[in-house]
C-alpha cells in the first residue's frame, strides 16, 4: 500500500488555505469544503480562493474562470443598439431615457464589473426592493420591464450560453394594485384631464403655435411626440391623415375649424429649419430645432411642448399634481368615449385593437369620425359643461 504523502506547511502564517488529503488546498466556508488548487502552486489556490471567496461567502455560485459579459458592457451594448432606433426614429427619445435611467439603476445595483451570467434570483428580488423604494406601482413595473428587456438581450444576441433566470419574484405589480393606486391618486389630485374651462382659458392665453398644440391634443388626442413629428404633408383638407408615432397605426381624423386656422397660422410663422431634414414639419423651436428631441449627449430628451406649457399653466395658476400637456389626450379619451362609438375614438387615439374585429376591420366611416371629434367640440365649446370632477 502506497504511503500517503505528507501534507504541505503553509506558505506562510497568514496563508487563508489549509491542506487537504486529496493534494489541494481548501478552506471551509458556511459549513462546506471547497478546493482551491493543488499544493505545488500556493500562489494560484490562493488567488482563486480571493476571487471566489465574496461569492462563497453570500452563498452564491461563483462564476466560472472565463471571460464572459459584464454588466457595464451589456447595458453598453444594449443602449448603444437602442440608439439606432432613436436616430433612425423607430423609437422616442422619451422611451431611450427610460432604458438609459434603468440600466444606470442596474450598474449601480449589480455592480459594473460583476459578470452576467452570475447574477441569481435573489439578485433580482433585491433589486425590486430596492427600485420600488419611493415609487408607484406603474414605475416598478416600466423598470421590470426594461430590466427584463436588458437582460434578455443578452441571450437574445448570444452575449450568454443561457436564459437568465430571474425567480418568481421578480414580476410586475398586480392589476389590482395598479387599480387600487391609481384610485388613491385621484381622490388626492383629481381626474388627470382639464375642464372645458380649463381648456379655453389655455387657449386664450397660448402663443399661436402653443394655441395650435393645444387644439390638435384636444381635437384629436395627439401627444407631444406626434406633434414634434407632424409633417405639413398629413394635412388633407379639414382631414388629418398621420399614424401615430408610438404604435404606427394609420389615422384619419376630422379637424375642427378653429383647430386648422390655428394650425395653418403656426405654420405661417414657423422660423426656417435647422435641420433641412425638418423643414417639412408643421413645428419648430424659436431657433428651427424639433420640438421633441434627444440631447446632444444622446441619453436625455428635450421637449419643448411640456416645458412651455408648464410655463402656461404656471402662470394662469392652474399647475396641479399629475397635469401636463399629455393630459389633454387623456382629456379627449375620456370625453370623445361619451359619444357612443368607441371603434371611432380609439381609430383617432391610434390605439392598437387585438381584438378579433380588430383584425378583420379594414376602415371606419368617416361619419363615425365626424360624430367622435364633434361630440368633444361640443363639450369644450358649449356654454354648458358636464361635471368631471
Known sequence: MPKAKQKPAKPRKDFPLGAANNGQWCRKVRGKIHYFGIWSNPD??????????????????PPNNRSGILINDLCNRFLNSKRGLVASHELSGRTFRAYHDTCTEVVDH?????????CRPDDFESFRAKASNGRGPHAIAKIVTITRMVFGFAFASELV????????????????????????????????????????????AASPQMRALILLAAN????????????????????????????????RIPLWPETLAALELAIEKRPRAKDPADAGLCFLTRTGGRLVRTTPNGNGVYDWVSKTFCTLLQQLGMKRPGLGFYALRHGFETICGGCGDQVACSAIMGHTDNSMSGLYRETIDDERLLKAVNHVHAWLFSATERVTR
Open 44 to 61: 494560484a489556490a490562493e488567488a482563486e480562493y480571493l476571487r471566489q471567496r465574496e461569492y462563497l461567502q453570500a452563498g452564491r455560485l
Open 161 to 204: 450560453e443561457k436564459p437568465i433566470r430571474f425567480g418568481p419574484s421578480f414580476a410586475k405589480p398586480s392589476g389590482k394594485s395598479m387599480r387600487l393606486h391609481r384610485a388613491r391618486k385621484q381622490e388626492t389630485n383629481g381626474l388627470r384631464m382639464f375642464e372645458a374651462s380649463e381648456i379655453r382659458q389655455l387657449l386664450e
Open 110 to 118: 449589480f455592480g459594473s464589473a460583476r459578470p452576467v451570467d452570475d
Open 220 to 251: 384629436a388626442g395627439l401627444g407631444n411626440t406626434d406633434l414634434a413629428n407632424l409633417p405639413k404633408s398629413a394635412i388633407k383638407g379639414h382631414w388629418l391623415q398621420f399614424p401615430r408615432v408610438k404604435t404606427g397605426i394609420d389615422r
